[in-house]
């Protein structure tokens, strides 16, 4: 099956800095999302982006699929922005969806 | 209902019990998906449900775990037999069959 990679695994940021998040992934896939979950655990979908560029306010995503890789951009980093950042890929041959094992973001004032 | 529901919201059961969770998807949502998230760890796939049939159940871990959706809507995880190592959060996803995934809150199943 797909494999799907995530780095870095963990990251601690000062309030007000960028970062970027990345996505790396074993085959083609029909698509992919981005997930934040927050200290409580609920997961909401960030971006559904298959490919191209997307923005959302601060945060912003790109999908290479030819290069089999998506990017995660967050500027001016808050500290609700704290959480777990999963990249998630549909793939190609099953419907079923394939998370990555995650990026523990740490945003400290 | 305004999102997916699941149901209970957490369970402690002993060692050997049966317990079901409940997943109420999002109205309309045809696809409905199943993860196991253990402590600190990502999500892995359990199951996945496009309307009431179940293309891939690769993901189940043991005999001991099934899955059922009755009228494309909810849909059941049933583990016999629990073990120390079923404990976990029981996360169910729902889409209109493609992207994006809407989550629920979760099952956090304890077993003693």
């Known amino acids: 099956g797909i494999q799907v990679e995530q780095s870095p695994p963990d990251l601690i940021l000062q309030e007000g800095a960028n970062s970027t998040l990345r996505c790396n992934f074993s085959?083609?896939?029909?698509?992919l999302q981005w997930f934040h979950q927050n200290p409580w655990g609920q997961l909401i979908n960030l971006f559904y982006i298959p490919s191209g560029t997307k923005q959302n306010g601060r945060l912003s995503a790109t999908t290479v699929a030819t290069e089999r890789y998506s990017l995660l951009y967050i500027s001016s980093s808050q500290t609700t922005d704290s959480g777990v950042y999963f990249c998630?890929?549909?793939?190609?041959?099953?419907?079923?969806?394939?998370f990555g094992p995650g990026t523990s973001l740490s945003v400290i004032p | 209902g305004a999102g997916v529901s699941q149901s209970p919201s957490n369970k402690v059961t002993e060692k050997g019990k049966d317990v079901e969770l409940r997943c109420d998807p999002i109205s309309g949502h045809t696809a409905l998906y199943w993860y196991r998230q253990s402590l600190g760890q990502g999500l892995e796939f359990l199951i996945y449900f496009q309307g009431n049939s179940a293309p891939d159940k690769s993901g189940l871990p043991s005999d001991r775990f099934s899955a059922e959706r009755t009228g494309g809507s909810v849909s059941t995880l049933t583990i016999q037999r629990t073990q120390q190592e079923d404990s976990a959060v029981y996360l169910c996803?729902?889409?209109?069959?493609?992207?994006?995934?809407?989550f629920g809150n979760g099952t956090r199943l304890t077993v003693t």
């Open positions: 085959d083609s896939v029909n698509n």
């Open positions: 996803a729902s889409s209109f069959g493609r992207p994006p995934l809407h």
């Open positions: 998630a890929v549909e793939e190609t041959s099953y419907d079923k969806v394939i």
